[in-house]
Nanobody, 123 residues
Framework: QVQLVESGGGLVQPGGSLTLSCAAS????????MGWYRQAPGKQRELVAR???????HYADSVKGRFTISRDNAKNTVYLQMNDLKPEDTAVYYC?????????????????WGHGAQVTVSS
């Protein structure tokens, strides 16, 4: 499987900022859409933001104007800049990516997830 490693999570006060990074590796040939999802305790996993290879973005209504998703295609990395964080943003944030990967000299399609990064917003 493709390896997606999130970093940058942590504890932040309400109104603060945090940036998450997700680097993909593992014989990747192409990466298509990348996105960030989150899951709070007792709640369903929800889409936070996604971005296409050409930079088209989509955001959940709850984070519009506060979060910015971006990507560095050369580094196979997607970022999530989170500003004006609120307690309700507390969740495990998961990176997602799809694309194609080399396996035994053949290309396979993938859609994989990172293990998650904890973001806690609390005074």
């Amino acid at each position: 499987q493709v390896q997606l490693v999130e970093s940058g999570g942590g504890l932040v006060q309400p109104g603060g900022s945090l940036t998450l990074s997700c680097a993909a590796s593992g014989g990747i040939f192409t990466i298509d859409t990348m996105g960030w999802y989150r899951q709070a305790p007792g709640k369903q996993r929800e889409l936070v933001a996604r971005i296409t290879p050409r930079g088209t973005t989509h955001y959940a209504d709850s984070v519009k104007g506060r979060f910015t998703i971006s990507r560095d295609n050369a580094k196979n990395t997607v970022y999530l800049q989170m500003n004006d964080l609120k307690p309700e943003d507390t969740a495990v944030y998961y990176c997602n990516a799809d694309g194609s990967v080399w396996r035994a000299h053949q290309l396979f399609q993938f859609n994989d997830w990172g293990h998650g990064a904890q973001v806690t917003v609390s005074s």
